[in-house]
């Protein structure tokens, strides 16, 4: 999920003074610091480069916006998904694929997972981040339906594809919210039991299991 990044030192660069170059990564952690530290609002991408000792046109050559430091590589991890569902078996049901991709995609290692506790009360608790969110969320809804669509045989955009995106999306937040309430619990389980919904809402003819 994280990469890596870094520059030459000055003295290796020969030129007295210069900053070496920065990383996605690196801005990344200074802004969770600050955040952290200062609250999200409180905090300013003038903040955060100056914190890391690049300017603002750095920033945002590696970010749109603050609100996107928050959501890291998003765009990058719903290709990862995308190829989650590919490797889901032809004969498996739909939505027990589904079940099956959310749950692993959002599994981590449990050296991160505090690191990805922060993110989420972010993205969850924080206005101006819950706004921003809806564009993301609709992005993840899109990998869902393309799957469900695919299965069917019919358009991304009908209602069934759609339909389920939203609700594996609706259970997949009720999930992470009932998993910052209890930082005890294991975040795969606590989205399998919601994700199960999803077995009882679509099933019989209105979405067949095979196909």
């Not at 210069?18 to 801005?27: F, I, Q």
């Not at 004969?91 to 099956?100: G, K, N, S, Y």
């Amino acid at each position: 999920m994280e990469g890596s990044g870094g520059g030459k030192s000055a003295a290796a660069s020969g030129r007295a003074g210069r900053k070496p170059s920065t990383s996605a990564v690196e801005l990344e952690r200074v802004a969770f610091e600050l955040f952290e530290r200062h609250g999200f609002e409180a905090t300013t991408v003038e903040d955060i480069a100056a914190e890391v000792g690049v300017s603002k046109r750095t920033f945002f050559r590696y970010f749109e916006s603050k609100n996107d430091v928050v959501w890291g590589n998003f765009t990058e991890q719903l290709q990862g998904m995308r190829e989650l569902f590919a490797q889901c078996p032809p004969d498996q049901p739909v939505i027990d694929a589904v079940r099956t991709v959310v749950i692993e995609f959002n599994r981590f290692d449990q050296a991160h997972v505090p690191w990805h506790r922060k993110r989420m009360e972010l993205i969850l608790k924080v206005p101006v981040l819950q706004a921003h969110s809806t564009l993301r969320y609709r992005d993840w809804r899109a990998v869902v339906a393309e799957f469900v669509a695919a299965r069917l045989g019919g358009s991304v955009t009908d209602l069934l594809p759609q339909t389920v995106a939203h609700c594996a999306l609706g259970a997949a937040v009720a999930g992470y919210e009932h998993w910052l309430a209890r930082p005890e619990l294991d975040l795969a389980k606590v989205l399998d039991r919601t994700m199960r919904c999803l077995d009882t809402a679509f099933t019989g003819d209105l979405l067949p299991h095979r196909r």
